[in-house]
């Protein structure tokens, strides 16, 4: 039996607003998190990804109550992320209506945590986000690449994509699968907000390093770039955010497109 591959909206929220960048930056507004959720749950999307963009940043804990909101008003698995550093911070998540819980920052400053939310919470809990971005550095310790004649790494960044931790992306994948994590959300930087396809290089690579699923993140800007992830790489997901909140593709449609192309999707 084919499993289907899962489409999700994802909701980058700043000060209660979902927001849209490029490459993490030059952010702008993009509507209310709990009317674009019910939307999206409504249209049939497989699963909701909630992310508080600035929480790791500013030192400070996901909105719970904007969380529940959110909770409220969808009937899919909703996964939520930004600030959680704790088992108390995950607990809090849950309990306020999120399925799954998205730890990025938070791990990488201490692995353990991912084996403590596993073994309290299930690994079907815990999302290990991963924000990846090429290094032109090259350094013969990492998993190298080269492209247009250029070699380089992929290295994980921190803090919503601002500090980069020198790590590299390819070790961190496998590091987080052994430690417990039970998913792996991975966005590229370099791809976030151009809306011209996923990195299928890094999503593929990733893919091919774990057994655990793989969402990819970054660069959706049309479902042909839904349609090229899947056929270039056996990625479980694909998350997306422009085409969806601006009104460009619905979630009924894109998924549509992709059944009439041979994607195993669920209607």
């Known amino acids: 039996m084919t499993l289907t591959k899962r489409i999700i909206p ?46 790791s940043d500013e030192q400070r804990k996901t909105i719970k109550d904007l969380v529940r909101k959110v909770a409220s008003v969808i009937d899919i698995p909703f996964t939520v992320g930004g600030g959680v550093k704790s088992l108390e911070d995950a607990r809090n998540i849950l309990l306020n209506g999120a399925d799954k819980v ?27 986000a991963v924000d990846a971005k090429r290094n032109y550095d090259v350094d013969q310790t990492k998993n190298l690449f080269t492209e247009n004649d250029k070699e380089f790494w992929f290295e994980v960044f921190i803090y919503g994509g ?56 970054g660069g959706c800007g049309k479902p042909q770039d839904m349609i090229d992830v899947f056929k270039k790489s056996d990625v479980d997901a694909a998350l997306a955010a422009s085409i ?24």
């Not at 994802?10 to 959720?37: H, M, Q, T, W, Y």
């Not at 396809?197 to 993140?217: E, F």
Request: hydrophobic share 40%.
């Open 10 to 55: 994802c909701l980058d929220v700043k000060n209660g607003r979902v927001v849209k960048g490029l490459n993490f930056e030059s952010i702008k507004d993009a509507g209310d998190p709990v009317e674009l959720a019910a939307k999206y749950s409504n249209e049939g999307a497989d699963e909701l990804v909630f992310l508080d963009i600035t929480a």
């Open 102 to 128: 998205g730890i990025n920052t938070g791990a990488i400053k201490n692995p353990k945590v991912i084996t403590e939310l596993m073994e309290i919470f299930g690994r079907q809990c815990v999302v290990v």
């Open 162 to 217: 601002k500090e980069g931790t020198g790590i590299d992306v390819i070790k961190w994948v496998k590091d987080a699968e052994r430690l417990g994590a039970g998913e792996i959300l991975l966005t590229s930087i370099d791809k976030d907000g151009t809306k011209d396809g996923y990195d299928i290089l890094l999503t593929k690579t990733v893919v091919d390093s774990i057994s655990i699923p793989v969402i990819a993140s």
């Open 244 to 267: 969806f909140h601006y009104d460009t593709h619905g979630v009924n449609g894109v998924k549509s497109y992709l059944k009439r192309n041979e994607i195993p999707v669920r209607l």
